[in-house]
């Protein structure tokens, strides 16, 4: 028997716009051999996830078509099957899961018969046998409890129940190829980490191969055999992933590299890649990278690059790796001009902020007369102290209340307990009215540049906005001055000032909400996610001004996130968020390097790295409890692998190391 | 579930409050009983004394909120508020302006209303769904096209030229069945079937473009993706995932309806002289007969109100995202 | 370029202006504005700003753009703008000024109220017959007992006073209107292709073309806008229009009714009503709706509270029995005040006004909720908790933030009533619950002709009117409302 399994060679599939035909992919090919994992690496609206859905031949139609190429499983060619016939392969020889578990199940059928369903399809079984079947599938994907789980609806599982329900789909036909569309991005790092170790014990079991697809090189690290990266609907690079992480080729994965914020790039600026992905729709007659690639030359512009391979494998689409071009020095073009400023800001006193056991509770109402019948504890008191010219990372995964910390001390919810102290203003008993003319002072980024900005007005409005509300920046025309001055502050340009919001691209989205928010001159802007949806080179670019911002205007800022590279490279100090309290909180060398508490030392290790691949992990079961009925004792006591009795009674008190590093766990306490 | 039913009937309790007092403010304060004296009895050439007769016949001549008369708990009851406006609350609808009890009459007239109305909603239904499926069945294509076509024409006519050719062609042309008229028993079929199928062409425009947006637009979720990469052929993602979570809005839509079709239909019953209560409410309309008119706002209300409950329910019922919450 | 055409067009507005002025002041006649005639305007002017605000802000004009690059929209708008100009020419009203009395300086005006479509139409609007007569017909639907040039009786079909009375009898009568039918279309044929070469010459002068080029991208369909739509559709109308008045002035061409009056011209008078009951009721319940359904879904709390019941109890009275109750209650009234109205019109109008008012009432609670559910997904929504964070104050935030971004709700829901509304009028006159009995309208026409469906042979031609003309206005509205919902909805850009 042949070695290969899946050989998908010249594959385009077109999409028929009104723009024009976008050529989302625009030939394809790559070998996926018998038992491998093999990644499909590439931003967003690179065309990774349509190649996925070509395989499978479920390309939405009529709008999208596969134009050319072949997939060969087995020998044979998929994509000339009649249709009854490619039914049969899908779910059987080949599984597939996908991105967004929330709504990937029927919402109005039990888990267990959207199994059975695939089941019935391909092992013909039928009721006892086929519901046994199932039942050991829900306990092979690691489900407790099948007999009840099968009767189940999804909506009463969790995100990371559900993606193993997808799972167990796929795998109900002992598929020989499973697709995983980016499987694990929707997920928190803790559940990421479960699911992927989940899928690699099932690929060990069952040989089966695997075509990841996602955009995280640290998930690539952790789980690929191979590599291939994708850009603008061609691969640029095919490798092992050994030969990938240690010598990356094309001009493009290198500055992917590049621009991963990480602990060792602290207090550089990072690695930017210029411009955007050009538009799919154009005919392109020379290299697609040729616009943004620090090594370009003219042929780069007037001719299509060949695909070089050396003999280990490794391959790209590039001039630069041509044998014909060997030899041609590596002329590194000067990268984006970065404005440094000259100034400096002045310190002038500490402690801008400090927030002193802050709560924020919703209540939940029920019944005749709506009584209230408990409460939400989102935040449910914290201590904040943060110094100005300062960054403060907040950590946690997703229903920590990280977001509410952040509305509560704006005063967007009013918090229910606590003391917001700005400035000698306790801002949590201040009036709306009183609140306005202290507003300036601190601002927000929202996490989504897409919800962000008002579509219906023009990025000079939409600036000025603030400025009129806190009365700042002088008149009509000296704000217009101004106006333009904080678009080339942000790296845009003041032409840009007539335009509106969905005329940008979402990192120049970001860049407009951080001009707005220094608009009104703030002394502390709370920095909700502000990354996390954006491709890492963009995010890059994002880091850099903040970085630089903070250089020249002493922003203090305070950072929402659940990123933790982001943090390594950005935060002065971090405060690690679970179940609406901080559980450690240092500098960030102290926690970040040497994690005290359990929780801490497990989200750092689930976080999949591209430096030390395949270290032993260590893996956090279960998943985050309601905030509705926190667990008794220390909140993380029911996932914790030190659990003692003590833990399970009382919440356990703060426990100070030096430099302030504090952690609030017993085993700590037991330590002193 | 007990307790929900109970909270969304006390619910109900100041809307019908709400349109007690709307309908009594409507029919009494800003319409005066002499003026309704005066329509009845005609414009002109009335006495005063026939007007006060009429009105003294009625219960029309005493004072709207409190009769000072009266003693004891009579200077309340003895009113025109209580009489006419809070009877209403339990079900007592008093006397039309000529006499007759109206209660009766309503609880006579209302099964014609239903042999005309139900069979008009379920054929009607399964057609629509039967169109919108084969639409979404073969969506882009020439015959979802003309199907979107043909239920825009279809809309855009109007609803009594169905009625009016029907007849013409089917009772005056054809002399299929008869023109109008009712006949209670087992020989009414007759007399209902040409409504009964107007009623389901009239709507087939408007019910079945709609149904088809909901198929349209559940197709196109991430779930059925999931159907298909299982290898489900396009009739079970349909059937089986499409159809199931597409008849969530609509049977709600449906639920909403269904008490109301007591009320009848107005003008399928008065051409086709069917005794309903459609017709029942547009000769009150034509002789001016408010009493049977606010009786019928007030029956109106009540059972839009049940309807409501009722979609409330039977949400919790299909959907398990609803119910298990 | 750009402040040029603004002058421009300024400078035509203004010129245009002072030459109605001086029409209104100058001509012999006292000028009537009805309710809803000045209703009509008020939203002629909310039109007109409306359009001139939208070309400045490019996120207004794309989907706009999209609506008109749909050759099926285009075309229902040309057909809709027709009836608009017949409804618009119909809504200025006045009063022609009697030939002075002898001995008398008082000038008097007559107490018919015209409207200038009424004076275009003078021919038709005063061949009155004495009763039904077919289309195109020269003599009586029903035979008379007629004196004979002998002094016999005979019962004989008699000839019409105006219908065909230029014949000498019946067999010239297909030769007439066949050359009649060719003189009209050789008419039109000719002033639309005069049209036709000017539009081309305007295109192609607007974009630095040939005038050959111009024609042959026209031709091939490859412009932004669907010009060959527009003009063919163009050259539809204006054949109907050169064909119906040459042959009206002649003949009968829908036939006439019980008192004799032509069917075609009720028919064209009664565009107006439908229209009217189609804008205006929107227009009436439009701030109800906008001001009530935001304030419960950005404030929340008791004013949701409040609201929230007060439409579901609106809601909860059944739509035809309330419109009932009212029409009932606002006949009495009219009945018992006539002092108030001058003349038979304005009573008429002022019945119409009311109902368009009710129906509005009525039919408002709908885009309420709407509203509502949008403004609580709004107020969540990041750029609203920005401004929040920026101090800006409360009213701000709703006029800059919330009000411009349920628009599109407000103007999709406003088309796809209208149709709805104009059909709704049918039903409701023939309830005896309409209009006024003696407006002209498409549901009284109907409900006039129904009653002589038991004649053999039938009287058809009112009802089929009628609905003809119901049916093409609503059919152009059902596709032109489909077109602005894709091009609006947000859902529907992807």
């Known amino acids: 028997m042949n070695d290969t399994l899946l050989q998908v060679n010249g594959l385009k599939t077109w999409f028929e716009t009104s723009s024009g035909t976008v050529r989302a992919v625009d030939g394809v090919s790559f070998d996926i051999r018998r038992g491998e994992t093999f990644a499909l690496l590439g931003e967003s609206g690179c065309g990774k996830s349509i190649t996925s859905l070509s395989l499978m031949r479920l390309v939405p139609e009529p709008a999208g078509k596969i134009v050319s190429g072949s997939v060969m499983l087995d020998g044979v060619d998929l994509l000339t099957l009649p249709e009854y016939q490619m039914r049969n392969l899908r779910g059987s020889k080949i599984g597939m899961i996908f991105q967004e578990p929330m709504t990937s199940l029927n919402p109005v059928m039990t888990i267990g018969r959207q199994i059975q369903e695939s089941v019935e399809r391909h092992m013909g079984l039928r009721n006892r046998a086929a519901k046994g079947r199932v039942l050991e599938l829900l306990s092979s994907v690691g489900i407790p409890d099948p007999e009840q789980r099968y009767g189940e609806y999804p909506h009463q599982l969790s995100g990371g129940m559900k993606q193993r329900v997808m799972i167990a789909i796929a795998l109900a036909g002992e598929p020989e190829l499973l697709i995983a569309d980016e499987p694990t991005t929707a997920l928190d790092v803790t559940i990421q980490a479960q699911v992927l170790e989940l899928m690699a014990d099932l690929q060990k079991q069952t040989g089966m191969a695997m075509l990841l697809i996602t955009h995280d090189l640290g998930v690539v690290a952790e789980v690929a055999d191979r590599v291939a990266v994708m850009y603008a609907g061609q691969i640029v690079e095919q490798a092992s992933r050994e030969q990938f992480f240690s010598d990356p080729q094309h001009p493009y994965s290198k500055k992917l590299f590049a621009s991963m914020p990480d602990i060792e790039k602290r207090g550089e600026t990072l690695a930017v890649i210029r411009g955007t992905v050009p538009p799919l729709t154009t005919q392109f007659t020379g290299c697609r990278f040729e616009e943004r690639c620090d090594y370009s030359w003219e042929l780069c512009r007037n001719s299509l690059p060949q695909w070089t391979q050396q003999p280990t494998g490794h391959g790209a689409l590039c001039h630069l790796m041509d044998p014909r071009y060997q030899g041609r020095e590596m002329t590194l073009l000067s990268s984006e001009p970065e404005v440094e400023s000259l100034q400096t800001a002045t310190l002038a006193e500490q402690a801008t902020l400090s927030v002193d056991n802050l709560k924020v509770h919703f209540p939940i109402r029920k019944g005749l007369l709506k009584r209230i019948v408990g409460h939400v504890h989102a935040v449910d008191g914290i201590d904040i102290e943060l110094k100005q010219g300062k960054t403060l990372a907040l950590v946690g995964e997703s229903g920590c209340g990280k977001t509410t910390v952040g509305k509560g001390i704006l005063q967007l919810i009013r918090p229910t307990a606590g003391k917001v102290d700005f400035d000698n203003n306790d801002l949590t008993q201040l009036s709306n009215k009183q609140l306005r003319p202290l507003r300036g002072d601190i601002q927000i980024i929202f996490q989504d540049p897409f919800s962000s900005l008002n579509p219906r007005m023009r990025v000079a409005d939409l600036i000025e906005e603030g400025m009129v509300a806190q009365g700042k920046g002088g008149n009509s025309s000296q704000r217009q001055q101004r106006i333009d001055q904080l678009l080339q502050q942000v790296g845009m340009l003041s032409e840009h000032k007539h335009r509106y919001p969905h005329e940008f691209s979402g990192g120049q989205r970001q860049r407009i909400c951080i001009a707005r928010a220094l608009a009104v001159e703030p002394k502390l802007i709370i920095c909700d996610e502000p990354t996390s949806a954006l491709d890492v080179s963009v995010q890059a670019q994002i880091l850099n001004l903040l970085k630089r911002l903070q250089r020249e205007l002493g922003l203090a800022y305070l950072f929402i996130t659940h990123d933790i590279s982001v943090v390594e490279y950005l935060a002065h100090e971090v405060a690690v968020m679970y179940l609406g309290r901080i559980v450690e909180q240092g500098r960030v060398e102290d926690v970040l390097t040497e994690p005290r508490h359990p929780y801490t030392q497990a989200l750092l290790s689930a976080v999949p790295s591209i430096r030390n691949i395949r270290k032993k992990k260590q893996r956090l079961e279960g998943e985050l409890p309601s905030p509705i009925n926190p667990p008794q004792g220390c909140h993380f006591n029911p996932r914790c692998p030190k659990v003692m009795d003590r833990c399970r009674a009382h919440y356990p008190n703060k426990t100070v190391h030096e430099n302030n590093h504090f952690v609030r766990c017993f085993l700590e306490e037991n330590r002193e | ?325 | 370029m750009g402040t040029l055409s603004k002058y421009r067009l300024l400078i035509l507005c203004s010129g245009l202006l002072f030459v109605a002025i001086g029409l209104i002041v100058a001509a012999p006649v006292k000028w009537v504005v009805l309710w809803t005639d000045a209703l009509i305007f008020t939203l002629m002017v909310v039109i007109i700003g409306t359009a001139w605000m939208v070309r400045s802000r490019p996120y207004l004009l794309a989907p706009w753009r999209r609506v008109v690059r749909n050759r099926i929209a285009a075309g229902a708008l040309v057909v809709l703008l027709s009836y608009v100009v017949i409804g618009l020419l119909d809504s200025i009203h006045f009063r022609e000024l009697l030939p002075a009395q002898e001995g008398s300086h008082q000038q008097h005006y007559s107490s018919n109220t015209l409207s200038l479509l009424d004076k275009l139409l003078t021919p038709i609007r005063i061949q009155e017959e004495k009763s039904y007569s077919a289309p195109f017909a020269i003599q009586l639907f029903s035979k008379e007992s007629l004196q004979g040039d002998d002094g016999t009786t005979v019962r004989d079909y008699p000839r019409l006073q105006y219908g065909g009375a230029h014949l000498a009898d019946i067999s010239q009568r297909k030769e007439d209107i066949t050359n009649t039918l060719l003189l009209a279309s050789s008419y039109a044929l000719a002033t639309w292709v005069v049209i036709s070469l000017l539009v081309v010459w305007m295109l192609a002068r607007r974009h630095g073309q040939s005038y050959r080029q111009q024609f042959k991208q026209l031709i091939r369909g490859e412009m932004e806008m669907p010009w060959c739509t527009l003009l063919l559709m163009f050259l539809v109308i204006l054949l109907l229009l050169f064909i119906s008045m040459m042959l009206g002035v002649k003949y009968h061409i829908f036939g006439t009714d019980k008192v004799g009056q032509d069917v075609f011209y009720q028919t064209l008078k009664s565009i107006r009503t439908g229209l009217v009951i189609g804008t205006l009721t929107t227009l009436v319940m439009l701030p109800f709706a906008v001001v009530l359904g935001v304030a419960a879904g950005y404030f929340r709390g008791w004013v949701d509270d409040v609201i929230q019941y007060i439409y579901t109890t609106l809601n909860s009275i059944p739509g035809v029995l309330l419109i009932a109750a009212t029409v009932l209650i606002m006949q009495a009234y009219i009945a018992g005040n006539p002092e108030l109205f001058e003349t038979m019109e304005e009573r008429a109008d002022a019945r119409l006004f009311f109902l368009c008012l009710i129906l509005g009432i009525t039919s408002w609670t709908g885009l309420c909720r709407l509203l509502r559910g949008e403004a609580l997904k709004l107020r969540e929504l990041d750029y609203v908790q920005a401004a929040h964070a920026f101090g800006v104050p409360q009213n701000q935030v709703l006029s800059r933030h919330i009000f411009p971004n349920v628009l599109h709700i407000v103007l999709i829901s406003l088309v796809l009533d209208f149709s709805g509304l104009v059909l709704a009028e049918a039903v409701l006159s023939y309830v005896g619950i309409g209009v006024d009995p003696t407006m002209h309208s498409w549901g009284n026409m109907i409900n006039g002709a129904r009653l002589e469906m038991a004649r053999e042979p039938m009287v058809w031609w009112s009802l089929m009117a009628a609905f003809v003309f119901m049916f093409i206005l609503v059919l152009a509205a059902n596709l032109f409302a489909d077109a602005v919902r894709d091009a609006f909805d947000p859902r529907a850009v992807r």
Not at chain 2, 127 to 151: E, K, P, Q, W
Not at chain 2, 219 to 228: E, F, G, K, N, W
Request: charged content about 15%.
């Open chain 2, 1 to 325: 579930m007990i307790a929900y039913i109970i909270r969304r009937l006390l619910y109900a309790v100041p809307i019908l409050i709400g349109v007690n007092i709307l309908t009594f403010w409507l029919f009494f304060v800003v319409n005066t009983p002499d003026d309704m004296a005066h329509m009845q009895l005609g414009m002109k050439h009335v006495t005063e004394e026939a007007v006060d007769n009429w009105k003294a016949e009625r219960g029309y001549d005493r004072p709207l909120f409190y009769n000072e008369q009266q003693d004891g708990m009579s200077t309340l009851t003895d009113t025109i508020f209580f009489d006419n406006s809070l009877r209403l609350f339990v079900f007592d609808f008093g006397q039309s302006d000529d006499g007759r009890d109206i209660g009766y009459d309503i609880s006579e007239r209302m099964w014609p209303s239903l042999a005309l109305a139900i069979p008009t909603l379920i054929i009607g239904l399964l057609v629509n769904l039967t169109f919108a499926m084969l639409m979404a069945f073969f969506r882009g294509s020439y015959v979802d096209l003309s199907g979107v076509i043909l239920c825009v024409v279809l809309m855009s006519i109007s609803g009594l030229f169905y009625i009016i050719g029907g007849q013409w062609l089917v009772s005056k042309v054809l002399h299929l069945v008869p023109i109008s008229g009712y006949q209670p028993g087992v020989d009414a079929w007759k007399f209902l079937i040409l409504p009964v199928v107007i009623g389901v062409i009239g709507g087939i425009g408007s019910g079945s473009r709609w149904y088809r947006t909901i198929f349209l637009e559940e197709i196109s979720r991430d779930y059925v993706r999931t159907a298909r990469a299982k290898g489900l052929g396009e009739r079970l993602v349909l059937f089986r995932h499409v159809l199931r979570n597409a008849l969530v809005p609509i049977l709600t839509g449906v639920v909403v309806v269904i008490p109301l079709l007591f009320m009848g239909s107005l003008v399928m019953e008065s051409f086709f002289g069917i005794p309903g209560l459609g017709s029942y409410t547009i000769d009150a309309i034509n002789k001016q007969d408010f009493a049977i008119v606010r009786s019928m706002v007030f029956l109106g209300s009540v059972l839009y109100i049940i309807g409501l409950i009722l979609t409330d329910i039977s949400y919790t019922l299909v959907d398990p995202r609803i119910r298990l919450n």
